[in-house]
């Protein structure tokens, strides 16, 4: 996500994390965004509406209504009324189009007040299950985490090593970073 964007998209979701967390419907809030986020990603015609510019505000709002009302009648899933409220809100100060970057800060936000964090390791080959736990109890002392979901993947251009990232925390230990800074050193 860019910089610009970022600056945009921070606060509509800090605003909404701290409104849900004072009315204590933070964890309702976070499943609603997943759900909204799922539903926009799958449908490109959805997305395309809400973004046209030549479609009015009032119709909009009413897709949105209409869509919240069938997920509830269809999935059995009730949307809370004040992520309802958050979407019109953005259709009516022509945000919605970054809906999408909105949602996906929230998550990370959300996140992070969770005893439980995240955290996605990239390394070059698969770790065995008491690797993934052993690293897991490092991981732990080292980030202060209580608990910790990992996250895994290969990605064999590492060669080896792995990356940890946790929130906006990046540690690389890979031996392609290595040998990155070893060349920067001999350039001239």
């Keep these: 996500m860019s910089i610009v964007l970022s600056t945009i998209t921070e606060p509509y979701a800090k605003a909404l994390l701290n409104y849900a967390a004072a009315k204590g419907i933070l964890e309702e809030i976070t499943q609603d965004i997943k759900v909204i986020l799922r539903l926009l ?27 919240v009302k069938d997920l509830e009648s269809v999935l059995n899933t009730s949307i809370q009324v004040e992520t309802l409220n958050f979407l019109l809100l953005l259709v009516d100060r022509n945000r919605i189009e970054i809906i999408k970057s909105i949602s996906e800060t929230f998550l990370k936000l959300s996140d992070e007040q969770k005893p439980v964090r995240s955290v996605e390791i990239t390394t070059s080959i698969e770790l065995t299950a008491l690797q993934q736990y052993r690293l897991m109890g490092k991981l732990k002392t080292i980030l202060g985490f209580e608990k910790i979901k990992l996250a895994m993947k290969v990605d064999p251009t590492l060669i080896g090593g792995l990356t940890i990232k946790s929130g906006s925390k990046l540690i690389d230990a890979s031996l392609k970073k290595q040998l990155e800074k070893i060349n920067r050193l001999f350039e001239f």
């Design 41 to 67: 990603t799958n449908s490109k015609s959805l997305m395309s509406f809400l973004i046209n510019p030549f479609i009015t505000r009032n119709s909009k709002r009413l897709v949105l209504k209409n869509i």
